[in-house]
């Protein structure tokens, strides 16, 4: 089992470039795909961005292709989320999510085992 922290949420202006972390408790990080989910006041909770296990495969959501990338350091049992070019529409809260399917990036909410609680962003226009 695993434990996931969120952190680094905060207001920005539009155009502005965000850091959100994710931390694990666990040994069993890197064994795990992980990844972040992002649901908006009214919205369905939606995948953003996934990487795997071993961090070679990433997959991205078209909204974000070209302004998102993903991180992850094994060693220190952390995700990084790099969101540049922000828009107001990437306003929700964020989640660090965790699946066991460890050689690929689930898009489906069920395939994920593991959720933090959530950081919120907000991007003001």
């Known amino acids: 089992q695993v434990q996931l922290a969120e952190s680094g949420g905060e207001l920005v202006q539009a155009g502005g470039s965000l850091r959100l972390s994710c931390a694990a408790s666990?040994?069993?990080?890197?064994?795990?795909?992980m990844g972040w989910f992002r649901q908006a006041p009214g919205k369905e909770r939606e995948f953003v961005i996934g990487?795997?296990?071993?961090?070679?495969?990433?997959k991205y959501a078209d909204s974000v292709k070209g302004r998102f990338t993903v991180s992850r350091d094994n060693a220190k049992n952390t995700m990084n989320l790099q969101m540049n070019s922000l828009k107001p529409e990437d306003t929700a809260v964020y989640y660090c999510?965790?699946?066991?399917?460890?050689?690929?990036?689930?898009?489906?909410?069920?395939?994920?085992?593991?959720w933090g609680q959530g950081t919120q962003v907000t991007v003001s226009s």
């Open positions: 999510a965790g699946s066991r399917l460890n050689l690929m990036v689930p898009t489906t909410r069920a395939a994920w085992d593991y």
């Open positions: 666990g040994r069993t990080f890197s064994s795990y795909t």
């Open positions: 990487i795997t296990s071993s961090g070679l495969t990433t």
